[in-house]
């Protein structure tokens, strides 16, 4: 059974600051893993996917990199806005790539 | 283009009642997934829907139920509700299973 954990739980850095968020799964078996924003109370908007045959995945400031043998994915946010606070999901698709199994998420705050 | 969009936003349901939540994925879009999203937690897979048939399952009791329409758009059934069911219900959808997930703005459902 794939588990998802993600750490920090939460974050408070200063505006401009990089910073990097965590993700491990169990299961080494996946098809892709997707990183997530979402914000209160609203859907998920979908920041970047890493293909299993794939090490890392850029777009604009965000560059995601996955690992499998590790069973670890990172986000990178360059150069952090107050726009950036939300919270950010890591999922792992598993079971023929049908399944998103999700962490917790860490809640993002950048502040002034 | 359109996203994914659910309907309803907002349900208040008493327990015992039935609820129907509906999805229409993005046009060109053959897979809808289910996910329920309560407080404080990442998604919680329920089922996925390729070309109209099920292809997955998670763990949830009868009780919940799906089904896909020729035109790709899918509904969530949810019988005799529960106190517990209270939660974002969001629908995604993808080209084909083990592509990019698209989410909508989910359904928030409360019992009462």
């Known amino acids: 059974k794939q588990e998802v954990t993600q750490i920090p739980a939460a974050l408070s850095v200063p505006e401009g600051e990089n910073l990097v968020l965590n993700c491990s799964f169990t299961d080494s078996a996946i098809y892709n893993l997707q990183w997530f924003r979402q914000d209160p109370g609203k859907g998920l908007t979908s920041l970047l996917l890493?293909?299993?045959?794939?090490r890392e995945q850029t777009s604009g400031r965000l560059n995601a990199s996955l690992d499998k043998s590790s069973g670890r994915s990172t986000l990178y946010i360059a150069a952090s806005q107050p726009g950036d606070s939300a919270t950010y999901l890591c999922a792992g698709a598993t079971g023929g790539g049908n399944k998103l199994t999700f962490g917790t998420g860490t809640q993002l705050k950048v502040e002034l | 283009d359109a996203g994914v969009t659910q309907s309803p936003t907002h349900l208040i349901k008493t327990r015992g009642q039935h609820v129907t939540l509906r999805c229409s994925p993005i046009?060109?879009?053959?897979?809808v997934s289910w996910y329920q999203q309560v407080l404080g937690q990442g998604p919680q897979f329920i089922f996925q829907?390729?070309?109209?048939?099920?292809?997955g399952r998670g763990n949830f009791p009868d009780r919940f139920s799906a089904r896909q329409f020729p035109n790709y758009s899918s509904e969530l059934n949810v019988n005799a509700l529960l106190l517990g069911d209270s939660a974002l219900y969001l629908c995604?959808?993808?080209?084909?299973?083990?592509?990019?997930?698209?989410f909508g703005q989910g359904t928030r459902l409360t019992v009462v």
């Open positions: 829907y390729y070309e109209k048939e099920e292809r």
């Open positions: 890493i293909q299993s045959s794939q």
């Open positions: 046009s060109g879009h053959k897979s």
């Open positions: 995604a959808s993808s080209f084909e299973p083990n592509t990019e997930a698209f």
